[in-house]
């Protein structure tokens, strides 16, 4: 495996650059939040409840921010407090209303829609595609009347109104946190239901299949004519590390998503089992790295890609941050060290049995060269 060398200056200037624009945002936002052509609109600070703790307690919530629109407005949120005690004691009817009108698919599209600018009715129907302008109606009267929407007049465009503006954000904010974790579950489910990737009987899982679908994804590099060399190394805690040359896993935000596509090639059960190109004797599904990821304690990736070194750990399946630069390189490639969850996996990983599967790999395909390594 070829080892990325390291320019520590050229390192060291990337993060002062980063600190400084730091720097200037928290001057910025010290100075009220506003810069020279933009307006800012500042919510009402909530008042904070001033009260000792005691044993019943449940906390507070505090939290702040500052919001940018389409025409270069700027409202800014400043240090606001909720005592948990008072969230859990709101008025349920009240509450409902304005979560109620928020719960349909179409009126939040109007809301998020509305969210980049003020449109007319006959706009939000063509740009959501409803089709009539009487569904629409439906829908505006209910946001109307919890106070989440405002029209200029009647036929004008409607808007949100700027005092909803960062609750919203806030709300959807919430909402996409709640998602992430949704999609964590099915990782958790993966483990609970391990037999259905892995085939053999509880008590025999067998660690060589998640290497063998790590492996199966350095074949398809190869495959697509890029991926000519990769090391196996089993290492003393028995992780494992699968190097290979290959372009390395791509590192950009999909599209309409806020995630890179490594971390949804790590982290996507539905998307990407279905194409796994593995599938255990007796499995049911397919393993494909989500899968590998699940059930394993600990997983780190490295890319090697676009004259960087990207890293990003996960511990079963959950990533622990983001994908990181951490290095410049010239090589490309892509290395994943793999804890199997030895509450799962009781099988030692032997020498023996990866050399036959190399060997079953190197007869379908000569020029990968496959090496193997062990602590």
Same mark, same amino acid.
Request: net charge negative; hydrophobic share 35%; proline share 4%.
């Given at each position: 495996?070829?080892?990325?060398?390291? &320019?520590?200056?050229?390192?060291?200037?990337?993060?002062? %650059? !980063?600190?400084?624009?730091?720097? /200037?945002?928290?001057?910025?936002?010290?100075?009220?939040?506003?810069?020279?052509?933009?307006?800012?609109?500042?919510?009402?600070?909530?008042?904070?409840?001033?009260?000792? @703790?005691?044993?019943?307690?449940?906390?507070? $919530?505090?939290?702040?921010?500052?919001? @940018? &629109?389409?025409?270069?407005?700027? @409202?800014?949120?400043?240090?606001?407090?909720?005592?948990?005690?008072?969230?859990?004691?709101?008025?349920?009817?009240? %509450?409902?209303?304005?979560?109620?009108?928020?719960?349909?698919? !179409?009126?939040?599209?109007?809301?998020?829609?509305?969210?980049?600018?003020?449109?007319?009715?006959?706009?939000?129907?063509?740009?959501?595609?409803?089709?009539?302008? =009487?569904?629409?109606?439906?829908?505006?009267?209910?946001?109307?009347?919890?106070? +989440?929407?405002?029209?200029?007049?009647?036929?004008?465009?409607?808007?949100?109104?700027?005092?909803?503006?960062?609750?919203?954000?806030?709300?959807?904010?919430? %909402?996409?946190?709640? &998602?992430?974790?949704?999609?964590?579950?099915?990782?958790?489910?993966?483990?609970?239901?391990?037999?259905?990737?892995?085939?053999?009987?509880?008590?025999? @899982?067998?660690?060589?299949? +998640?290497? !063998?679908?790590?492996?199966?994804?350095?074949?398809?590099?190869?495959?697509?004519?890029?991926?000519?060399?990769?090391?196996?190394?089993?290492?003393?805690?028995?992780?494992?590390?699968?190097?290979? &040359? =290959?372009?390395?896993?791509?590192?950009? *935000?999909?599209?309409?998503?806020?995630?890179?596509?490594?971390?949804? *090639?790590?982290?996507?059960?539905?998307?990407?089992?279905?194409?796994?190109?593995?599938?255990?004797?007796?499995?049911? /599904?397919?393993?494909?790295?989500?899968?590998?990821?699940? $059930?394993?304690?600990?997983?780190?990736?490295?890319?090697?890609?676009?004259?960087?070194?990207?890293?990003?750990?996960?511990?079963?399946?959950?990533?622990?941050?983001?994908?990181?630069?951490?290095?410049?390189?010239?090589?490309?490639?892509?290395?994943?060290?793999?804890?199997?969850?030895?509450?799962?996996?009781?099988?030692?990983?032997? #020498?023996?049995?990866?050399?036959?599967?190399? #060997?079953?790999?190197?007869?379908?395909?000569?020029?990968?060269?496959?090496?193997?390594?062990?602590?």
């Amino acid at each position: 495996m070829m080892v990325s060398s390291r &320019n520590v200056e050229a390192e060291l200037d990337v993060l002062k %650059a !980063q600190l400084e624009e730091v720097h /200037q945002l928290v001057r910025r936002l010290a100075s009220d939040g506003a810069v020279p052509g933009q307006r800012a609109f500042e919510m009402p600070l909530t008042q904070s409840v001033h009260q000792s @703790y005691d044993r019943e307690d449940l906390g507070e $919530l505090n939290y702040s921010g500052s919001y @940018y &629109n389409s025409t270069n407005e700027l @409202y800014h949120l400043p240090p606001c407090q909720r005592r948990v005690s008072q969230l859990l004691t709101l008025d349920s009817d009240k %509450a409902a209303k304005v979560l109620g009108a928020l719960g349909h698919k !179409q009126r939040l599209e109007i809301l998020i829609s509305l969210l980049q600018g003020p449109q007319t009715g006959p706009q939000l129907v063509e740009r959501l595609h409803m089709g009539t302008t =009487g569904q629409l109606y439906h829908h505006t009267k209910a946001l109307l009347g919890a106070d +989440l929407l405002v029209q200029e007049e009647r036929g004008g465009a409607y808007s949100v109104p700027k005092h909803r503006i960062m609750p919203l954000l806030l709300l959807l904010s919430a %909402a996409a946190d709640l &998602n992430d974790a949704s999609d964590y579950m099915e990782m958790a489910e993966a483990r609970s239901n391990a037999g259905t990737y892995l085939g053999a009987p509880e008590d025999e @899982y067998d660690p060589h299949l +998640l290497i !063998q679908a790590v492996l199966e994804n350095c074949i398809q590099e190869h495959q697509a004519g890029y991926c000519t060399e990769v090391n196996l190394f089993v290492h003393q805690d028995r992780s494992v590390t699968v190097a290979d &040359n =290959g372009r390395g896993i791509p590192v950009n *935000v999909l599209p309409g998503h806020d995630v890179t596509q490594a971390q949804s *090639v790590l982290t996507d059960m539905g998307r990407f089992s279905r194409s796994a190109s593995f599938t255990a004797p007796g499995g049911e /599904q397919g393993i494909s790295m989500a899968v590998v990821n699940a $059930l394993s304690s600990t997983l780190s990736v490295e890319i090697r890609r676009e004259g960087r070194v990207f890293r990003q750990d996960y511990k079963q399946g959950i990533p622990q941050g983001g994908l990181r630069t951490i290095g410049i390189t010239q090589d490309t490639g892509t290395s994943i060290t793999f804890l199997p969850d030895n509450k799962l996996f009781r099988l030692a990983i032997e #020498t023996d049995i990866l050399a036959a599967q190399v #060997t079953i790999i190197n007869e379908a395909h000569p020029e990968l060269n496959i090496r193997i390594h062990r602590e």
